[in-house]
């Protein structure tokens, strides 16, 4: 009888150009679906109505439905998913932005099927997988952001771990993401996605700037 490792080393040996878009993408729906949390860190590339600006930061991960994007600069810059609300605050600004997460729309927002049973086939449509170098590359519309995401690419190793993920949106405007240091199921406090305003903040509702 095959173990689930010895399926995948099977799997992994057999040529790129040979293993089936849908065996690719169970791998990757596989690799996620079995962790619990994550963190990486990322560099953030946008391009777009005539700005061009990285930011770097980390980003955890937390089953079910957690996310926190901490950018280093500046310094207490965050987008928080708690599971029920995103929100958005950068140190200075008067307000803090609260979207109830069922309504939101924001470009981080593709990650967001990491954080529950993951099956890429029923978030993106016109899924297409080709090789690419020692891994492979996704792309595809996420559902939903039809109107605003022209196309979808995340480029992902042979054993189905998200490297890059890279938004073209229907304006032209381009938002890229590198991920590096990928910790796995290591220990997440739930109060690192307890967002609470500075004194002075008040909340709002709304999306967030680019």
């Known amino acids: ?18 293993q089936s878009n849908d065996a690719v993408v169970r791998r990757v729906d596989d690799h996620y679906n079995h962790l619990s949390s994550l963190r990486a ?23 079910p439905g957690k996310m926190r994007w901490s950018y280093d600069e500046p310094v207490g810059k965050v987008f928080v998913l708690d599971g029920k609300y995103a929100w958005f605050y950068t140190p ?44 492979f590359r996704i792309t595809g519309v996420p559902k939903g952001m039809e109107q605003r995401v022209k196309l979808l690419t995340l480029d992902v190793t042979a054993d189905g771990a998200i490297q890059t993920m890279r938004i073209e949106e229907v304006g032209g405007a381009v938002t890229g993401f590198v991920f590096s240091n990928m910790e796995e199921n290591v220990p997440v406090k739930s109060s690192e996605f307890v967002f609470t305003p500075p004194v002075g903040v008040t909340i709002v509702k709304g999306l967030p700037p680019v």
Not at 1 to 18: D, K
Not at 50 to 59: A, F, R, V, Y
Not at 106 to 127: A, C, I, M, V
Request: aromatic share 4%.
């Open 92 to 135: 200075g600004d008067a307000q803090a932005q609260r979207v109830p997460a069922k309504e939101l729309d924001d470009l981080r927002s593709p990650l967001r099927f990491l954080l529950g049973h993951t099956q890429l086939k029923k978030e993106l449509e016109n899924l297409t997988v080709t090789p690419e170098g020692s891994g």
């Open 41 to 63: 860190r990322y560099v953030e590339q946008y391009s777009g109505m005539g700005m061009n600006k990285t930011e770097t930061g980390t980003l955890l991960l937390k089953k």
């Open 1 to 18: 009888m095959l173990t689930r490792a010895t399926l995948l080393v099977a799997l992994l040996c057999v040529p790129l150009w040979a």
